[in-house]
Structure formats: structure tokens, C-alpha cells
């Protein structure tokens, strides 16, 4: 029997991804994996949404697998002159994890990036957070610095990474050009 490759893309986030969102940022593990303090209430949520909606220095895209909203990948603080941008990305729905989605999910994103006329990538990781680790390392991403902060009364080491995609073999690779690869 064929196994046949599930299909991914990624579509501007909008309204209609706020609900499933919304429960995802509310999980715990999900707060402790991306640094979160708190809860986020619905009206916060609604707010945060109106405010991204009139900031052009974000872009947020939903991670799609056979038309299933599995995440959300984005970027932010787009400085158009500098032509860079931090991404994120997470896989809200844990069935899906572990299984490539995150990094051809990134496939996706550094292209968009350079349509977009980004240079340079960037990534911000918690050193705990061993699978974004490890996806950054995966799609090229090289580590440039750590530091130190205290979060949730505790001292974090928070790790930046950087991509530059102009001089990346690995986006210009033909396996990195085949999004389901």
C-alpha cells in the first residue's frame, strides 16, 4: 500500500483561528515551552487580535495539514530596513508533533520571508525547550547567543538564533525546495 504525504500550507491567521488559538495559548505546557506568566482571558485575546491586525510588523500564518489547523508559525518585530524578522512557531494540536510538519512548516516561512524581502531570521528559545532545539538546528538556524532571566521567579536561559537566508545552502538546497520533503 502507498502511503501518500499529507498536504501542508500555510494561510494568513484570522478571525476564525482565535477560538482554537485561544485554548492552545491557555495550555500549560504550551505557557511553559514559550514563556508565558499567565492566563490569557478571551476579551485579552480579542484585544491582542485587534491589535495585530493594525501591526505591520507581524505576521502570523496558520499551519494547515489536509485543511486541519494544526498551529501557527509567524513573525515578528519585521524591520524592513534591517530586513530582519524573530520567527515562532508551535504545533498547537500534539497529535500532530513529531511527525515534520514544524519543519516543512519553516520550509514555508523562509520563502515567504524572502518574497517578503527578509535577509535575516531570528529565534528566541527557551534551553528546556529541546524540540524547538532542535527543529532551529534542523532547517539551519545557528546559535549566536544566550542569556539569563529571571521568569517565573526562576532564572531562564534563553537561547537566539539566527538564520541568514540569502547565504543558506540549506534553503537553497532541492530538498529544501521541496516543501514536502
Same mark, same amino acid.
Given at each position: *500500500?502507498? /502511503?501518500?504525504?499529507?498536504?501542508?500550507? !500555510?494561510?494568513?491567521?484570522?478571525?476564525?483561528?482565535?477560538?482554537?488559538?485561544?485554548?492552545?495559548?491557555?495550555?500549560?505546557?504550551?505557557?511553559?515551552?514559550?514563556?508565558?506568566? +499567565?492566563?490569557?482571558?478571551? %476579551?485579552? /485575546?480579542?484585544?491582542?487580535?485587534?491589535? $495585530?491586525?493594525?501591526?505591520?510588523?507581524?505576521? #502570523? $500564518?496558520?499551519?494547515?495539514? %489536509?485543511? #486541519?489547523?494544526?498551529?501557527? #508559525?509567524?513573525? &515578528? /518585530?519585521?524591520?524592513?530596513?534591517?530586513?530582519?524578522?524573530?520567527?515562532?512557531?508551535? @504545533?498547537?494540536?500534539?497529535?500532530?508533533?513529531?511527525?515534520?510538519?514544524?519543519? +516543512?512548516?519553516?520550509?514555508?516561512? *523562509?520563502?515567504?520571508?524572502?518574497?517578503?524581502? @527578509?535577509?535575516?531570521?531570528?529565534?528566541?528559545?527557551?534551553?528546556?525547550?529541546?524540540?524547538?532545539?532542535?527543529? /532551529?538546528?534542523?532547517?539551519?538556524?545557528? +546559535?549566536?547567543?544566550? +542569556?539569563? %532571566?529571571?521568569?517565573?521567579? &526562576?532564572?531562564?536561559?534563553?537561547?537566539?538564533?539566527?538564520?541568514? !537566508?540569502?547565504?543558506?545552502?540549506?534553503?537553497?538546497?532541492?530538498?529544501?525546495? %521541496?516543501?514536502?520533503?
Amino acid at each position: *500500500m502507498l /502511503h501518500q504525504k499529507k498536504s501542508i500550507d !500555510l494561510k494568513d491567521f484570522s478571525e476564525e483561528n482565535l477560538l482554537k488559538t485561544f485554548n492552545w495559548v491557555n495550555n500549560k505546557d504550551f505557557q511553559k515551552d514559550f514563556l508565558f506568566e +499567565r492566563d490569557i482571558s478571551w %476579551d485579552q /485575546h480579542i484585544i491582542w487580535y485587534d491589535l $495585530y491586525t493594525k501591526d505591520i510588523t507581524q505576521k #502570523i $500564518y496558520t499551519i494547515n495539514v %489536509d485543511g #486541519i489547523h494544526i498551529g501557527n #508559525i509567524g513573525l &515578528k /518585530h519585521i524591520d524592513d530596513i534591517k530586513k530582519t524578522a524573530e520567527s515562532w512557531i508551535y @504545533i498547537g494540536d500534539k497529535s500532530f508533533t513529531g511527525k515534520g510538519y514544524a519543519k +516543512r512548516s519553516y520550509k514555508l516561512i *523562509m520563502i515567504k520571508s524572502v518574497v517578503k524581502g @527578509i535577509n535575516k531570521l531570528t529565534a528566541n528559545i527557551g534551553s528546556f525547550n529541546k524540540g524547538s532545539i532542535f527543529l /532551529h538546528d534542523k532547517v539551519g538556524f545557528n +546559535r549566536v547567543d544566550s +542569556r539569563t %532571566d529571571i521568569l517565573f521567579d &526562576k532564572k531562564i536561559e534563553k537561547l537566539t538564533y539566527e538564520l541568514d !537566508l540569502l547565504n543558506n545552502n540549506n534553503l537553497l538546497s532541492k530538498n529544501n525546495l %521541496d516543501i514536502d520533503g
